[in-house]
């Protein structure tokens, strides 16, 4: 067994001085193995998108330690965090779509890392969250309904085939459709990529029918790991 | 008075006729025009992105001082920039004064303001967004520049169209620093003033009518540019893709 | 936005072929009285053949021009204030002064002429609007014509009454003033220029007329001012140039031979 994608060792997300004293987020030990898919559940504000964040990247450790592919990211890692970002994506809540045709939008990432655009890899990549590239391709980022543009955003991140993907409440608000070709999507990209996956959302029987573990998280805290038919 | 259609027949008339002093000031007011607006973005955009984006002490401060310029009468700086520009001021070895270049110069410093606090206020309002999108995907520091402002484009054209609008108007500037010369640095406001000076309203409310004009080819200009490049017109909604 | 620059860029070209032609360049300071009244445009073609020089003029209020002059920013003056220009030369800025020509000033007011000032001399008449506190329009912007008229005052033996409140300070040029002077029924100073054009517009509706005239207080001379030599950047020889051709007998004629509405307007009288 490889090392773990992610090792997580007291590691504290706070503000102010001293971070510990009004920390959001509180993660003692935490391991995500490679090719893995992690649920996380919790209610609003229990830490799940904080800990996305750290694990996107987009947020530094205020104390503690974090290890990605088996090295511990100093704050050069941090300083350079364009690098680590492009290796592991994160589709927040916050997200949103660029002022540009659907194709654009998923090919932007590819073009921030100097990548060859083949029209094949934009096709892929929205054909696994159900979009025909011939019809939705040249759409304007206005023309789009709410779950589309969610499934969009999504095929951007999964065209730039990470080695990890953090999906923060991926399925909010979707219809049933669009929720399934999320999970395909999900499976697809861990099954013929060995992306690993860390989603957070608060539907837990959704989570528990294409997580590996499902997490409990409650005031910044893991509070335990949800049991059951996997 | 018939001031108004006596105004408009002779605008017509200056316009048809190809009249050598009216377009002469039609070309001064485009370069100045030009040269004043090109400057204003290039130096304006980044200002602009930098106070809106960034966090850093004395960012209120910045702004503060950038909105208070906005209020800057133009008189003053004519003022400001003859004093800079005349052969004995400091700026007087490039002998600029009197000079389409000069006025130019004195028309930055008003067009300026403006690109800097309507980028600040485009960016600042895509920003939080924006910014985790565009650092999720895997921009660095340029690229998030650069995206960023090419998604706060349509804000940034309304920054544009509006310091144009400024510039293309001034006339006490154009006047202190240009020296209203014929042939020269005489611009459609300028000769208006002078023409007015002189009492020929006429001949002032004609030329105010081929500014007009001027402006409405330019924003015309700008506004099929805008649609080709966007494919419809539209507000700078942002593309939310939350429900 | 290429297309843009693309049309800018040809206007632009436009406007800097029409001056392609053109031979020297020289930059004169001068009031709003010459460009205004047309003398200028009129004179330019002239100027161009005889001499090859393109008057380029930047015309703004006497004070200004007078401080284009001490900034070098201009290669030669033409103003009509002989008390500021003798100490502009005399405080080292010019080096010589050239009178060439005179228009005259003359005082309006309402036709009714509450002080009963018509035909008088200007020293009087002023004395007599004083003592009927009738109202009183100046230009107020520190121009030829406002220091013309601070002189008369002088004249007159007064005090100039800015802070009485018949006294109105415009703060404007010429027309603005009359134009306020004719509503508020005041009298007011103004060069013959100006009012020729005014009365001309105005066809005599105003209510405004001439009530005092040819005085020798009011004669406005106008005069050329080579600048010091310490502007070593300005056209001196060019500046010569072009005074020596305004005092020949060809740019006297030229001067002479100008006329607003059929009324000669600038009477040329270099020293011979």
């Not at chain 1, 229990?46 to 704050?75: C, I, M, N, Q």
């Not at chain 1, 300083?79 to 927040?92: F, K």
């Not at chain 1, 997490?215 to 893991?222: H, Q, S």
């Not at chain 3, 509503?183 to 509706?205: C, F, N, P, S, V």
């Amino acid at each position: 067994m490889s090392a773990p994608l992610y090792s997580l060792r007291g590691v504290v997300v706070g503000y102010g001085e001293p971070a510990t004293a009004n920390a959001v987020l509180h993660v003692p030990e935490l391991s995500i193995e490679r090719g893995s898919i992690l649920g996380l559940v919790g209610h609003n504000g229990s830490g799940k998108s904080t800990l996305l964040k750290l694990l996107g990247f987009l947020l530094a450790p205020s104390a503690g330690e974090l290890s990605f592919d088996g090295r511990v990211v100093d704050a050069a890692g941090y300083r350079a965090g364009h690098l680590l970002r492009r290796r592991a994506v994160l589709l927040g809540q916050d997200t949103c779509l660029l002022k540009r045709s659907v194709a654009a939008n998923v090919a932007f990432g590819l073009k921030l890392r100097g990548q060859p655009v083949s029209q094949a890899a934009l096709a892929e990549a929205l054909g696994l969250v159900g979009l025909d590239f011939v019809e939705f391709g040249p759409r304007s980022w206005r023309e789009l309904s709410g779950g589309e543009a969610r499934r969009v955003a999504l095929a951007a991140r999964l065209a730039l085939t990470p080695e990890a993907l953090l999906l923060d409440e991926p399925t909010t608000g979707l219809d049933r459709a669009s929720v399934g070709f999320v999970q395909q999507a999900v499976l697809a990209a861990r099954e013929s990529r060995g992306t690993t996956l860390v989603i957070a959302s608060h539907d837990v029987d959704w989570l528990k029918s294409c997580a590996d573990r499902v997490l409990l998280m409650d005031e910044g805290r893991i509070t335990g790991e949800i049991l059951g038919e996997l | 008075m018939d001031y108004f259609s006596e105004g408009l027949s002779q605008a017509v008339a200056l316009l048809l006729s190809l009249d050598a002093e009216t377009f002469s000031a039609v070309g001064a007011t485009a370069s100045v025009t030009a040269l004043a607006l090109f400057a204003s973005l290039l130096l304006g955009l980044p200002l602009g992105f930098a106070l809106g984006h960034f966090r850093f002490p004395g960012r209120r401060a910045a702004r503060l001082f950038v909105d208070w310029m906005l209020s800057l009468p133009t008189v003053v700086i004519g003022l400001i920039v003859y004093a800079l520009l005349t052969a004995r001021g400091p700026l007087g070895e490039w002998g600029l004064l009197f000079t389409v270049p000069g006025m130019a110069l004195g028309l930055t410093l008003l067009g300026l303001p403006i690109i800097v606090s309507m980028t600040a206020t485009a960016v600042e309002s895509t920003d939080t967004r924006l910014t985790e999108t565009l650092l999720s995907l895997g921009a660095d520091r340029w690229q998030l520049l650069l995206a960023t402002l090419v998604e706060a484009r349509f804000a940034m054209a309304l920054a544009a169209a509006t310091a144009f609008g400024r510039i293309v108007s001034e006339v006490g500037i154009a006047m202190m620093v240009g020296g209203n010369i014929k042939w020269q640095t005489r611009t459609i406001t300028t000769a208006i003033a002078l023409e007015t000076g002189k009492g020929e309203f006429a001949t002032g409310i004609a030329l105010g009518f081929v500014l007009m004009v001027v402006a409405l080819v330019v924003n015309l200009l700008v506004a099929l540019l805008r649609g080709r490049s966007n494919g419809r017109q539209g507000g700078a909604q942002p593309g939310g893709v939350r429900p | 936005m290429r297309k843009l620059i693309i049309v800018l860029a040809m206007l632009s070209a436009f406007a800097f072929a029409s001056t392609a032609l053109a031979a020297e360049d020289i930059k004169i300071g001068t009031t709003t009285s010459t460009a205004d009244t047309g003398l200028l445009d009129y004179l330019e073609p002239m100027v161009l053949k005889d001499t090859g020089l393109a008057m380029r003029w930047i015309a703004v209020g006497t004070g200004k021009a007078l401080e284009h002059g001490k900034n070098c920013d201009v290669d030669v003056l033409m103003v009509h204030a002989p008390g500021a220009e003798k100490k502009f030369i005399e405080d080292g800025f010019g080096v010589s002064r050239a009178e060439f020509m005179f228009n005259d000033f003359v005082l309006v007011g309402p036709v009714k002429d509450p002080a009963k000032i018509k035909g008088r001399g200007v020293a009087d008449a002023l004395k007599a609007i004083a003592a009927a506190k009738a109202s009183f329009a100046s230009r107020g912007d520190d121009s030829g014509t406002h220091k013309m008229e601070k002189n008369l005052w002088k004249v007159a033996s007064l005090p100039v009454p800015d802070k009485d409140s018949w006294y109105i300070g415009v703060g404007q040029g010429m027309l603005a003033t009359l134009r306020i002077a004719a509503e508020r029924g005041a009298y007011t100073l103004t060069d013959r220029g100006t009012w020729i054009k005014y009365e001309a517009k105005d066809q005599g509706k105003s209510g405004l007329a001439i009530l005092s005239e040819g005085d020798k207080a009011l004669l406005n001379q106008y005069s050329i001012i080579q600048l010091a030599p310490k502007c070593v950047k300005i056209k001196h020889a060019a500046a010569r140039k072009l005074e020596a051709w305004f005092v020949s007998p060809a740019g006297q004629k030229a001067i002479a031979s100008f006329n607003l509405e059929g009324k000669q307007l600038f009477f040329p009288n270099a020293a011979k």
